[in-house]
Nanobody
Framework: VQLQASGGGLVQPGGSLRLSCAAS????????MAWYRQAPGKQRELLAS???????NYRDSVKGRFTISRDNAKNTVYLQMNSLKPEETAVYYC?????????WGQGTEVTVSS
């Protein structure tokens, strides 16, 4: 499975961005897709996940502001991010899980700054 993330950029505090993650390869075997982020000097953290069956989970700090969704026809998962905060500046990664194997995209950088 190959994952291509896009949609990052510079946004002002309180602004919005939509990230996309296009999957290719053995996409029918994917059980869960997720978004993570890693800020400088910090550990990578899980933000949101969506399972093959449509079950969705969010990190508490992004609930109500971030929305994960998917387009099965396009093999693409999205992360709509609203009310962004400066401390959410990070590299955002998409992740796909097949059984016990995890696959990562290259990351897309999000900078929240005025």
């Amino acid at each position: 499975v190959q994952l291509q993330a896009s949609g990052g950029g510079l946004v002002q505090p309180g602004g919005s961005l939509r990230l996309s993650c296009a999957a290719s390869g053995s996409t029918l075997s994917i059980s869960v897709m997720a978004w993570y982020r890693q800020a400088p000097g910090k550990q990578r953290e899980l933000l949101a996940s969506i399972s093959f069956g449509g079950s969705i989970n969010y990190r508490d700090s992004v609930k109500g502001r971030f929305t994960i969704s998917r387009d099965n026809a396009k093999n693409t998962v999205y992360l709509q991010m609203n009310s962004l905060k400066p401390e959410e500046t990070a590299v955002y990664y998409c992740n796909a899980r097949i059984g016990v194997e995890a696959y990562w995209g290259q990351g897309t950088e999000v900078t929240v700054s005025s």
